[in-house]
């Protein structure tokens, strides 16, 4: 076992970031390809399809509470990560493989495997987010930490996101397209899965059994907790906007830029140059603190968001430096506000006597895939009042200009306002600094 008080080893840094292959495949692609799946491939309504995808993931506001108290009374929390992961990959896989004729059957299919699938990603999601307030008491460690986790994240997102809708397109498209996409990520959470179980096994932390409350209780405590709170409340809508932008991603390929796999470039853009940056938010960081950093980042994601508007008039080397820009903001939004949320633990230990992380990174990851949820409800619901055309032919529609400029504005103005708004929220957080 590691002294919680020292500098945390390459080894287990490297072993608990790559979890992040896991969150980052299943919290990209099916809010990238599962919404045009839906409507482009097996001809459902855009409202319906958005439905269709909002409802499975609501499910887990409700499972990850639940999934964050039974971790916490298990003792170790590596046990989950092994199990849902290998589950996990086999389910998201089955998403893709709709084995029936209509769209209705397909549709409903669809949404029942992709119910299992976000069930089984709560019972990994919840106690990996749940390790960095157990494996080290260090303020700046834990920023440390979750920069190698947001680093590999980014690179999770670039692999994930850039090259499913790749494998589909190499692959034939329509359903046998993402019949074998859905196969190579699945592949990609098994890789994730036993990279971090084996990785912080020296790490293993010990959660206390013993006389656990109520999860009524701990919720009351968890709501007590102020900081806590408004940060959460900011990241729900905060991802409810980066939800509607990766909902986005290949209706605005198709219908703005009209380029031949533009999903994969405007995902190498928005990806790769976060990699790089990550090392500057850390020093930005360090010097600003977390609060302000997350409050800078969020409004750079809003600017280039908004900056987008323009790109039916702009060639598309200019799209995808815009959408750069985009992807660094979004890089300093995650490694400030996952940062962020050990620091709320460990003020509520000191404050209750009481290591209940498991009841926090539940409720934050209830919100989170909330958040995601509702960005392709938004971005469907947007298509739908903008009369976006369906297809069963695996090729998208041709679009009226109406459903056209819905495409953009959901791409554009509505993650941009999400973003920047809930900077507001975070007026009511106090941040504090520890040794």
């Known amino acids: 076992m590691l002294p919680r008080t020292g500098v945390l080893p390459r080894g287990v840094l490297a072993g608990y970031a790559l979890g992040s292959l896991v969150t980052g495949a299943f919290g990209t692609v099916p809010g990238l390809l599962l919404l045009p799946y839906l409507t482009d ?252 950093s997350l409050i800078v980042s969020s409004l750079l994601f809003a600017a280039g968001a908004l900056l987008l508007l323009a790109s039916p008039a702009l060639p598309p080397l200019a799209v995808y430096l815009i959408v750069a820009v985009i992807g660094a903001g979004y890089a300093g939004q995650q490694v400030f506000a996952l940062s962020m949320l050990p620091d709320c633990i460990a003020y509520d230990t000191e404050r209750t006597g009481r290591r209940q992380a498991g009841v926090f990174t539940g409720l934050w990851t209830a919100g989170e895939t909330l958040g995601l949820a509702l960005g392709p409800g938004i971005y469907a619901a947007l298509l739908q009042i903008s009369g976006y055309a369906s297809s069963a032919t695996g090729e998208a529609a041709t679009q009226s200009d109406s459903a056209r400029l819905g495409v953009l504005l959901g791409f554009t103005v509505v993650p941009a306002t999400l973003v920047g708004a809930a900077l507001v929220l975070l007026r009511g957080y106090q941040e504090r600094m520890k040794a």
């Open 41 to 292: 491939t097996l001809g459902v309504a855009a409202g319906v399809a958005g439905l269709l995808v909002l409802l499975p993931k609501a499910w887990d506001v409700l499972v990850n509470p639940v999934a964050g108290r039974i971790s916490d009374r298990r003792g170790s929390r590596r046990p989950f990560l092994l199990i849902a992961g290998l589950l996990l990959s086999v389910l998201f896989a089955a998403i893709f493989l709709a084995p029936f004729g209509g769209s209705a059957a397909s549709g409903a299919y669809v949404a029942v495997a992709f119910l299992a699938a976000a069930t089984a990603y709560a019972f990994f999601q919840v106690p990996y987010v749940a390790m960095p307030a157990e494996l080290t008491d260090g303020y700046a460690e834990r920023t440390r930490l979750m920069t190698w986790r947001v680093a590999v994240l980014a690179l999770a997102i670039l692999i994930s996101g850039a090259l499913a809708p790749l494998v589909v397109d190499l692959t034939g498209g329509g359903r046998e397209g993402h019949r074998w996409s859905g196969a190579f990520v699945g592949a990609l959470i098994v890789v994730g899965t036993l990279a971090t179980f084996l990785g912080t096994r020296k790490a293993d932390v010990r959660t206390a059994a013993e006389s656990e409350p109520s999860l009524r209780a701990q919720l009351r405590v968890a709501s007590g907790n102020r900081p806590f709170r408004v940060l959460l409340i900011c990241f729900v809508v905060q991802s409810a906007g980066i939800g509607t932008m990766l909902a986005g991603v290949q209706y605005f390929a198709d219908h703005v830029l009209f380029q031949a796999s533009g999903a994969t470039f405007l995902f190498a853009a928005f990806v790769g140059p976060a990699l790089l940056v990550m090392p500057l938010w850390t020093a930005v960081g360090n010097r600003w603190g977390k609060l302000r």
